[in-house]
């Protein structure tokens, strides 16, 4: 490694918690690659780096590519993926861990296509490879909050699996509730479609507000820096 003094060269060193003993700060390095010294013309380099760095955290990762996916292949899913994703739902989190949900997995075409025509925001549904219809115990506080964090999680391990779902209805879905036999102790909050994406999506390119018109630091309108 050359003299780092003269800011000409690019120094990447490995960051370690061994190099701050005690309880991380904010100002603990965490682990990874720390570029301390780049010539201007190697930005490019700094920004392929950083992406590398990001994209070193496959949940961020998901999070920041999932698309909504209203279209899908005439493919099934293995099994094994099915499986992982209805195992998603059942892990989890829920206040007081009280698991005031059902998922149903639907794979019968038949179903998927009845299940479509009742959902008039989501009528793709009926070209899904399968679809997850997510309960939960109508008298259980927190039950909708509970069923929407298990909703993400199943749409976040699909996308981590190749797989395209979306969030179609929100409650008020008694009709998919008798076609599936769910009792009347249960109330649908919504039908996951899952299946691989018909068309390529443009990973990331998302439609939100500006970050910083919906994050602050410490009070509310300070900017987060
Ligand atoms: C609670 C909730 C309900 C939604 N309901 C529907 C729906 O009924 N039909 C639909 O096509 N999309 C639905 N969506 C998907 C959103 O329209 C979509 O996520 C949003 O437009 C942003 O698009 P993106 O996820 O591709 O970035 C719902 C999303 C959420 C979180």
Redesign the pocket.
């Known amino acids: 490694m050359r003299d780092p003094a003269h800011g000409q060269y690019l120094v990447i060193r490995e960051r370690s918690h061994s190099l701050s003993p005690g309880p991380p700060t904010s100002a603990t390095p965490r682990p990874g690659y720390h570029i301390r010294h780049i010539r201007p013309h190697c930005r490019a380099l700094r920004i392929f780096l950083n992406v590398g760095r990001i994209m070193a955290n496959p949940v961020f990762e998901a999070l920041r590519t ?3 996916i ?1 279209e899908y292949q005439d493919r099934d899913v293995p099994e094994d993926v099915v499986r992982r994703l209805a195992e998603s739902g059942h892990l989890s989190a829920s206040a007081g861990n009280r698991q005031p949900w059902h998922f149903v997995v639907v794979r019968d075409r038949a179903t998927l296509q009845r299940l479509g025509s009742l ?1 008039r ?2 009528p ?1 549904v009926a070209g899904s490879a399968f679809a997850i219809v997510v309960a939960y115990e109508r008298d259980t506080v927190l039950a909708v909050s509970d069923a ?1 964090r298990a909703s993400q999680s199943m749409i976040l391990t699909a996308w981590g699996d190749g797989v395209g779902s ?5 409650g008020g879905l008694a009709e998919v509730a008798t076609e599936l036999g769910i009792p009347d102790s249960y109330d649908v909050l ?1 039908v996951l479609p899952f299946g691989y994406p018909a068309r390529r999506v443009g990973k990331g390119r ?3 507000k500006p970050f910083g018109g919906v994050v602050s630091a410490e009070r509310f309108g300070q900017p987060f820096n």
């Not at 979306?166 to 929100?170: A, L």
Request: hydrophobic fraction near 40%; charge should be positive.
């Open positions: 999932v698309l909504a209203r959902m925001t989501g793709y929407s979306n969030w179609t209805g929100f919504a998302k439609n939100r």
